[in-house]
């Protein structure tokens, strides 16, 4: 029997009252009464890539025409029923195993490859490395746990040697979404989450797309792969549809599953009747250029350097990145946009300001340093809504004032303690390492600047509110420094 990942339950999942289970997409809005709020994976590089895979699955095939039927989604989520209805036509797509065509893996089975440990998939094991994970390579995957490994590759794909391609948006790209959160406490469902991140038809980056697309040009596994060797060709964003940016495939990947008796997958302990021990895998995959817009990601852009690139994570995501995620920021040369759906939401034609409803911005990634990942870092950071757009200028600019303020204060406290350590000829001077003084700064200080925006964004004026603001912000720097 084909693993399917429409038809199989597979997906980690976690509902209000605490209960842990595994579903089909179909079952994202089941049991209203106590409806599921998350996602549970193993893992959270995991989760992060779950996420994107359900939104990219909402926007392919349950896209709103408009912004009326995006709002009537969020308010009235379809049941169970309607999303089978929406799904049915992509089931052949989604095979993790058998004959055909192989979700998120090449049409070429490989077979003159050398396999390799399945951990191998894994981007924190650097390789066959497998020094923290004992025996996973013997005790091999379950397919559901294959699946997420898989799909969070390909989505993270870092750099991997000569022809090992990145992911569409560069190793470790940087994600933001837009989270509910309701000034009652409650949590928000799993459905109002992926909602919030899904565009209506008629948004800049699908309007100019085909209507009716071909399935290959979504999902680049239904035919044989746009190799990139020498002579080969690059995948821009007119070779193939918009959508395929959910689904970009830059790793040529085959799995070779096995049937097993009273086995375990190796990672969460589930018992399963067919495991992945190992895979193989080929250089020179889909080498995704040009001017790509991920709906999900923040971008720079450097005019001289050509296209916008996507953001990626340098180190821990903190407030002083706060700004240039939520908005359009020119920092010297460089222009930092914000996602796509992070724009959506301050739209004023949107009216997402509703009352009873919070919002915050979840962002996410790894930390690559090339090939090696660094670490796996993720936040989440409050957002502000305005009817008024005089007002919420000034507020951003009240909020960039004190981002600048810390980062003066950051930056004496960081002479004062080379003071204390050198003299001012001692070369080890200027190489001293104060990065753990940074982070402990930015984090220890995080609080106190939400304290301060939010402040901010409760009075009718935020001008009038300023100086106060900044007096105080000032006693507070001047007494952590």
């Known amino acids: 029997m084909t693993f399917n990942l429409l038809t199989t339950p597979w997906l980690p999942v976690r509902r209000a009252d605490g209960a842990s289970e595994l579903i089909i997409p179909d079952w ?6 106590n409806p599921i709020v998350a996602l549970d994976a193993p893992r959270p590089d995991f989760n992060g890539a779950l996420v994107q895979f359900l939104i990219g699955l909402l926007q392919t095939a349950f896209v709103p025409a408009d912004r009326e039927e995006w709002f009537d989604r969020l308010e009235s989520p379809p049941n169970p029923e309607g999303l089978a209805e929406a799904f049915a036509p992509f089931i052949d797509a ?3 195993d058998g004959e055909g065509p192989r979700f998120m893996q090449d049409l070429d089975p490989l077979t003159d490859q050398k396999p390799l440990p399945i951990t191998a998939l894994l981007i924190d094991t650097a390789g066959s490395a497998t020094h923290f994970v004992k025996d996973l390579p013997q005790q091999g995957f379950d397919p559901a746990t294959a699946a997420m490994a898989l799909y969070t590759l390909q989505t993270n794909a870092p750099s991997g040697g000569a022809g090992h391609r990145t992911s569409l948006r560069g190793g470790g790209p940087l994600s933001t979404l837009i989270l509910a ?4 406490g409650s949590p928000a469902t799993l459905w109002q989450t992926l909602w919030l991140n899904v565009l209506p038809a008629d948004s800049e980056l699908f309007t100019k797309a085909e209507v009716a697309p071909r399935p290959e040009a979504i999902f680049p596994w239904l035919r044989p792969t746009r190799t990139s060797e020498k ?7 007119i070779d193939v549809h918009p959508l395929q940016q959910f689904w970009g495939m830059p790793r040529r990947i085959r799995l070779d599953f096995e ?3 009273d086995e375990y997958c190796g990672l969460t302990g589930t018992a399963s009747p067919l495991l992945v021990r190992q895979y193989r895998t080929k250089n020179y995959g889909a080498n995704y250029t040009g001017a790509w817009a991920h709906t999900l990601t923040p971008y720079n852009h450097d005019p001289a350097k050509g296209p916008p690139t996507a953001m990626h994570p340098r180190g821990s995501i903190r407030y002083r990145h706060w700004l240039g995620l939520v908005k359009t920021v020119d920092d010297k040369k460089v222009r930092r946009i914000p996602a796509a759906v992070v724009s959506r939401f301050h739209s004023y034609d949107y009216g997402l300001a509703r009352e009873g409803w919070r919002y915050r911005l979840w962002a996410f990634g790894y930390d690559m340093d090339n090939m090696k990942p660094r670490c796996w870092h993720e936040s989440t950071f409050p957002l502000f809504n305005f009817d ?12 960039a004032a004190l981002i600048q303020a810390a980062g003066e204060f950051l930056n004496n406290l960081r002479n004062a303690l080379k003071d204390a350590w050198f003299s001012n000829k001692d070369p080890r001077r200027k190489k001293a390492d104060t990065g753990f003084v940074e982070d402990a700064f930015w984090a220890e200080t995080e609080a106190l600047f939400y304290d301060h925006l939010q402040r901010l964004a409760q009075v009718d004026d935020p001008a009038s509110a300023r ?3 900044f007096d105080r912000w000032h006693m507070q ?3 952590y420094t």
Do not use: C, I
């Open 28 to 33: 994202l809005t089941s049991n209203p009464a």
């Open 94 to 96: 989604f095979n993790l």
């Open 181 to 184: 959160a309701p000034e009652d």
């Open 231 to 237: 002579g080969g060709k690059e995948t821009t964003p």
């Open 259 to 261: 049937s097993t008796a």
């Open 388 to 399: 008024d757009a005089g007002q919420r200028k000034a507020f951003e600019s009240a909020a």
């Open 467 to 469: 100086r106060a603001a």
């Open 477 to 479: 720097l001047h007494g």
